[in-house]
């Protein structure tokens, strides 16, 4: 038996991943600079919003008693006694028989507690005539999205275009964020060519650099770009070298049982092995350990595996949190695996998912045509109709 784990979990994969990983401290950013960082505590309302009980729509507000029976062939005649628009309030009181014209965003003045859209008015200037009821299901209560106090954002979030302008709606210019990882990227093989040169016979482009670098920037780690290293110790060892001041080393390639794996061989021989092997497919050879200091975390070569990896145990532990999945049906038999997780690719079509068809890990383009993992528990063979949990990808 080797001196290190083999294959486990794809839970414990991640645990013992995340826990190679330096603590990150927390830097507080402006919050145009913030988009794509990760929330570093949780941040409460410091105001409510709306701010104030406002119109949905333009129109006029009055009391919904002075229009409950309002029609186009008896419209309800009110008194216009001023406007209230955004950023200028409307100061006096809607008595009964009155309105005022309001636009979307305005605040309700007191009294007024239902509005009339702008479509459903005549208006001469004085008087206004309501051809409908006016309604309160048009009025934003104050606090209706949330309250001063509530906690809308949580640590761990990253922080999206649409969580940057929630965070802006909260009150905050700055937010606290973890900072950045950094990540070295090699991929491995003497196969493998830069794109735009001519391939030689059983020679590949580098794929994996670019979807991994992609997959990196998407949550905000910092990336070094070491490009790929061939089928040598020495080689490898030295481009190794240039990672220098990475939390993370992320290679591709060279880590299953054959004779020219040599990012296995250098983990085996010259570093540590926090384990070799995962119960999962595709991407079973992946192995971690630490290589002069650094950890190294080495995927399968083979493009879907060098993917599927990383977004259900790199991902998962440089942002500290758990795959974001769903329930649907399946519309397509999923067959399992006595000894492994599977996460098969999906089309997703109409609430249900089917099988791709093609699982091979060299498919690259089912990444593109499937982006959707259907997440198969060891042992557990799925059928038409059956509930199953699907990680959604970008």
């Known amino acids: ?4 784990p083999m294959f486990v ?3 414990e994969a991640r645990a013992k991943l995340a826990a190679r990983l330096p603590v990150r401290p927390d830097v507080l950013m402006p919050l145009r600079a913030a988009y794509g960082r990760t929330l570093a505590r949780d941040l409460a309302a410091l105001v409510s919003h709306p701010s104030a009980t406002e119109s949905a729509l333009d129109g006029v507000a009055c009391r919904a008693d002075d229009s409950a029976h309002a029609s186009a062939d008896t419209p309800a005649r009110l008194k216009l006694v001023g406007e209230s628009r955004a950023g200028a309030a409307f100061e006096g009181r809607v008595e009964a028989g009155e309105a005022i014209r309001i636009y979307t965003g305005a605040p309700l003045p007191e009294g007024a507690d239902a509005i009339c859209p702008v479509e459903k008015l005549r208006d001469d200037g004085a008087f206004v005539e ?3 009821p006016a309604s309160p299901s048009d009025v934003r209560r104050e606090g209706h999205d949330f309250k001063a106090g509530d906690v809308i954002l949580r640590a761990g979030q990253r922080l999206s275009p649409s969580r940057v302008a929630l965070a802006a709606a909260l ?3 700055q937010v606290p964020v973890l900072s950045p990882l950094r990540v070295a990227v090699l991929s491995t093989g003497d196969e493998v060519v830069e794109p735009g040169r001519p391939l030689a016979p059983g020679q590949v482009y580098n794929s994996n650099l670019f979807g991994l670098v992609g997959a990196l920037q998407e949550v905000g780690a910092e990336v070094i770009e070491l490009g790929s290293a061939p089928d040598d110790t020495a080689k490898l060892s030295a481009r190794l070298e240039d990672a220098g001041g990475a939390d993370l080393l992320l290679t591709s ?3 299953s049982m054959g004779r020219y794996d040599f990012v296995r061989t250098l983990l085996v021989e010259e570093g540590e092995v926090d384990f070799w092997k995962v119960r999962v497919r595709p991407g079973g050879p992946a192995i971690l350990g630490v290589w002069r200091g650094l950890p190294l975390f080495g995927l399968p070569g083979n493009p879907v595996s060098a993917l599927v990896v990383f977004e259900v145990i790199v991902k998962p532990a440089l942002t500290g949190r758990a795959p974001s999945t769903v329930r649907l049906r399946a519309a397509s038999k999923f067959k399992s695996l006595p000894d492994k997780t ?7 079509e109409e609430g ?3 099988d791709y068809g093609e699982q091979g890990s060299g498919v690259l383009r089912s990444l593109s045509d499937a982006p959707a993992l259907v997440v198969i528990p060891e042992g557990q063979a799925v059928d038409v109709g059956d509930e199953v949990e699907v990680m959604l990808l970008s």
């Open 1 to 4: 038996m080797p001196p290190f």
């Open 9 to 11: 979990s794809v839970e």
């Open 130 to 132: 309501l051809l409908s």
């Open 171 to 173: 009150g905050y210019p």
């Open 253 to 255: 390639g060279g880590v």
């Open 342 to 348: 599977a996460f098969w690719r999906g089309v997703v």
């Open 352 to 354: 249900s998912v089917r």
